[in-house]
Each structure stands twice: as structure tokens, then as C-alpha cells.
């Protein structure tokens, strides 16, 4: 099957600075992406959807400004939380969908970032 | 409308046995419906997928039943082992006009023991 990576796996940060995590489709060409967010023993949250080339779709109550997301090619996107505080400590999990990628709406999913944000 | 709820929440069923975790959903306009495992510390991976033309789908130990009219779908564990044990999400999703975006159930904690 398609193999989404992420990096990094894990990363510890002071309140106040921004992190990026990137996440990667390695064999084949995600034309759509989407970012999620789980808190312990709780369910995936949609965070945004992105599309190569054009502006991610945020979900309702997902603050744009601090969860910056660029889609700048077929293979990779990023999310910068900036201004990280200890809230927004959570897993976060990336998926990637697209022609070669499977079937209609399959998403494959990267393993996931943990962030702790001291 | 554009909830999926699942149940259990938590499941224990000894070593063997079958484990059904159930999902229903509201929105008609949904027609994809996949289920996925997780583990600890990882993301969710792919289990099984169906549509909504078919009843029912089997591969290997997983078998998802789908009813179209009662807007619900189920996932069998047939002879569950140790290893299933994880954390189990329904999903569902439509294609026309969309992205692909899914919408996760609750999700369901198996224990399988041995």
C-alpha cells in the first residue's frame, strides 16, 4: 500500500515557539491532504484539508493564523503550530489521498507526531 | 447530521471469540464506509472499506455487514487474537463534491485475552 511518512515522530518545545511537522507521500502523488489532531483516548479531529498548489480548508473552530499549512507540492505538506503553548499539545497525524494512492477516498495515513510543548 | 456514532466504547472478549463493533450514521448522502486500527502511539491504518451497493464484505478474520436501511455497519473480528487488541474507528464519507473528507465514530478499545 502508499506509505505516508512524518517528521518528526516526536518533539518537546518551549511555550511560545513555533514548530513544524511535515508530512510526506513516498510513492505516490497526494493531490489532497489532511491534517488531524487526537488527544488521549479520544477520536481523530479533522484540522484542515489541503489541496496541492492552492490554500488549506480549516475546520470550524481551527484557528488558521496558529495552525499555518502549505501544500507546496504532490509529495509534501507542512503544519507550523506557531506559538505553541501547552495546550496545544496533542498527536498529530497527517493523511494523504490521491490517484495513485489507492482507491476512491482512501486515505493513507502517517504515523503521527507527538508534541509537548513545555 | 454528519455524526457517525460507534459502540462500544470498550470491548474485552477472550481469546477466539468474536468481537462486533458497531457504527450508525445519519447522513444518506454518505457512501463510503471504512474501518481502521490503531495502535498506541501510531497512526490509523486501513482494516477494511465497503460501499454501500453491497451487504456485506469479508477479508481474512474481518468482515464488515452493512444495512443500507437501518443506516448502520458493523465490524466482525472473527477468532480474535492478542494481537487485534487496539483501538478500532468506523468512518464514513461521500464522494460527489467532496474531497474525501471522513468522519470518524468514537472510537472502540478491544482487549483481547489470551
Known amino acids: 500500500g502508499a506509505v505516508v511518512s512524518q517528521h518528526p515522530s516526536r518533539v518537546i518545545c518551549k511555550s511560545g515557539t513555533s514548530v513544524k511537522i511535515e508530512c510526506r507521500s513516498l510513492?505516490?502523488?497526494?493531490?489532497?491532504m489532511f491534517w488531524y489532531r487526537q488527544f488521549p483516548k479520544q477520536s481523530l479531529m479533522l484540522m484542515a484539508t489541503?489541496?496541492?498548489?492552492?490554500?488549506?480548508?480549516?475546520e470550524q473552530g481551527v484557528e488558521k493564523d496558529k495552525f499555518l499549512i502549505n501544500h507546496a507540492s504532490l509529495t509534501l505538506s507542512t503544519l507550523t503550530v506557531t506559538s505553541a503553548h501547552p495546550e496545544d499539545s496533542s498527536f498529530y497525524i497527517c493523511?494523504?489521498?490521491?490517484?495513485?494512492?489507492?482507491?476512491?477516498?482512501?486515505?493513507?495515513f502517517g504515523p503521527g507526531t507527538r508534541l509537548t510543548v513545555l | 447530521q454528519q455524526q457517525v456514532k460507534q459502540s462500544p466504547q470498550s470491548l474485552i472478549v477472550q481469546k477466539g471469540g468474536i468481537s462486533i463493533i458497531n457504527c450508525a450514521y445519519e447522513?444518506?448522502?454518505?457512501?463510503?464506509f471504512p474501518w481502521y486500527q490503531q495502535f498506541p502511539g501510531k497512526g490509523p491504518a486501513l482494516l477494511i472499506a465497503?460501499?454501500?451497493?453491497?451487504s456485506e464484505k469479508k477479508e481474512g478474520r474481518f468482515t464488515i455487514s452493512f444495512n443500507k436501511s437501518a443506516k448502520q455497519f458493523s465490524l466482525h473480528i472473527m477468532d480474535s487474537q492478542p494481537g487485534d487488541s487496539a483501538t478500532y474507528f468506523c468512518?464514513?464519507?461521500?464522494?460527489?463534491?467532496?474531497?474525501?473528507?471522513?468522519?470518524f465514530g468514537q472510537g472502540t478499545t478491544l482487549q483481547v485475552k489470551p
Open positions: 493523511s494523504a489521498s490521491g490517484v495513485a494512492g489507492g482507491s476512491y477516498n482512501e486515505q493513507f
Open positions: 510513492d505516490f502523488q497526494a493531490t489532497t
Open positions: 489541503s489541496n496541492e498548489g492552492s490554500k488549506a480548508t480549516y
Open positions: 447522513n444518506t448522502a454518505f457512501d463510503y
Open positions: 465497503i460501499r454501500p451497493d453491497v
Open positions: 468512518a464514513a464519507s461521500r464522494r460527489a463534491g467532496n474531497t474525501g473528507k471522513l468522519i
